[in-house]
């Protein structure tokens, strides 16, 4: 014990010794292009005899830190730069960095960290807050921004009318005028673009949108802004159990949030149904379909059934639902445990209020092969019941 003691003395002697060799540095100068470079410059005192200097990047909210050699100037300038391409780092995050300097007698020091905003600076970008919401655009005037911002108000009450949702302590909007221009930006920081019009950064509590100028803007901005907003607010209430929700439910939610409903939903939804094409529910609970039409019935499939849900249950059905999917519950196992009905008979009730469906002729449909199976078994002892009674 007294050597640990002993140890433990030393070790507290040696920390201070450390941190007490500060090094004065200058504020780094930081410039990047999304996607491409950032280069880092700063100096240190020049008398100070430098051996080497290490750079570490780590994204705030990101797991991963990156660590770089930086490179020594004539009278202690140090420059480093980080590729993108290679460590591509998700936009719109605040970006962590410290030193590491080795000293030509062996001491390393280590610097306080600074921060910088990596945002996408291709664009020119205007920007208007009412707290909690902060927005920015870089095409239209002032009132384009209001309009955002009260579309986002707007649908933040109406999600709140469905599930107890705290308000968030602020959250960024990015309009972008054109969804290619959003994809390349979800590209260039490592993220799959493809189809996207529209992306929640949860754990960066930032919405990007796409909204282009024309007709369709007030429509466009009344739906895309409200349900970006939704995830973002029901990710603020479960936390990172939010993932635990299936798909259906994490997309229910916030189409049902718009402000807009979206016209060509009741038009899927009726054709699927004529065609006999709709999507079993248990098949949206992990993931969407990929293909482009189903991937839009998806949603309009989750949309029609969660209003439903909310209709027949109220927003506490919904809030009993998506704590016992937060908590862990299955697909079936959550609803039954929340509303006492498994998926598959919520799923049947569903069709029966929204298409007027009679139930049986479905039940029955599922049923038949059982109904066979049945008959099978039975009929050789039904056979001997009537020989015997015959005999009698
Ligand atoms: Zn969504």
């Known amino acids: 014990l007294r050597l640990l003691l002993f140890l433990a003395a030393l070790w507290l002697l040696i920390i201070p010794a450390r941190a007490q060799t500060a090094i004065d540095i200058e504020p780094t100068q930081v410039e990047y292009t999304v996607g491409g470079q950032i280069h880092f410059e700063t100096r240190l005192p020049p008398e100070i005899p430098v051996r080497e200097v290490w750079v570490f990047v780590h994204p705030l909210e990101n797991p991963g830190t990156i660590a770089g050699q930086a490179t020594l100037q004539p009278s202690n300038g140090?420059?480093?730069?980080?590729?993108?391409?290679?460590?591509?780092?998700?936009?719109?995050?605040?970006?962590?960095?410290?030193?590491?300097?080795?000293?030509?007698?062996?001491t390393i020091v280590e610097t306080d960290p600074e921060t910088f905003s990596y945002t996408d600076n291709r664009f020119d970008w205007q920007t208007l807050d009412e707290p909690p919401f902060e927005v920015f655009w870089y095409e239209g005037d002032t009132?384009?921004?209001?309009?955002?911002?009260?579309?986002?108000?707007?649908?933040?009450?109406?999600?709140?009318?469905?599930?107890?949702?705290?308000?968030?302590?602020?959250?960024?909007?990015?309009?972008?005028?054109?969804?290619?221009?959003?994809?390349?930006?979800?590209?260039?920081?490592?993220?799959?673009?493809?189809l996207i019009v529209g992306h929640a950064s949860l754990e960066l509590d930032s919405v990007l949108v796409t909204i282009p100028p024309g007709p369709a803007q007030t429509?466009?901005?009344?739906?895309?802004v409200p349900h970006e907003i939704a995830h973002l607010l029901m990710y603020e209430w479960l936390g990172k159990n939010y993932y635990n929700l299936p798909q259906w439910l994490r997309e229910g939610v916030p189409s049902i949030s718009e402000l807009f409903p979206?016209?060509?939903?009741?038009?899927?939804?009726?054709?699927?149904?004529?065609?006999?094409?709709?999507?079993?529910?248990?098949?949206?609970?992990?993931?969407?379909?990929?293909?482009?039409?189903?991937?839009?019935?998806?949603?309009?499939?989750?949309?029609?059934?969660?209003?439903?849900?909310y209709g027949q249950y109220g927003s506490s059905g919904l809030e009993a639902l998506s704590r016992a999917y937060a908590d862990g519950l299955g697909c079936d196992p959550g609803a039954e445990a929340a509303l006492g009905r498994s998926?598959?008979?919520?799923?049947?009730d569903w069709r029966q209020v929204t298409f007027g469906e009679n139930p049986f002729p479905a039940a029955l449909k599922n049923l038949a092969p059982w109904l066979f199976l049945l008959a099978v078994v039975l009929l050789p002892s039904l056979l001997l019941i009537i020989g015997q009674r015959r005999s009698n």
């Open 343 to 348: 998926l598959t008979e919520l799923e049947r």
């Open 78 to 106: 140090i420059t480093y730069t980080l590729n993108l391409a290679e460590h591509p780092i998700q936009v719109y995050s605040v970006v962590e960095f410290w030193y590491q300097i080795t000293l030509e007698d062996g």
């Open 219 to 224: 429509y466009e901005t009344k739906r895309q």
């Open 262 to 309: 979206n016209p060509d939903y009741v038009v899927l939804l009726n054709q699927a149904y004529a065609d006999d094409a709709l999507l079993p529910m248990t098949s949206l609970c992990e993931n969407f379909p990929l293909d482009a039409s189903n991937f839009l019935l998806a949603y309009a499939q989750s949309t029609s059934f969660t209003w439903f849900l």
């Open 143 to 194: 009132a384009f921004g209001q309009e955002i911002l009260n579309a986002a108000r707007e649908g933040m009450q109406k999600t709140m009318d469905f599930l107890p949702v705290p308000v968030p302590e602020s959250v960024t909007i990015y309009v972008y005028a054109s969804a290619s221009e959003l994809q390349t930006a979800l590209r260039l920081s490592g993220q799959t673009g493809a």
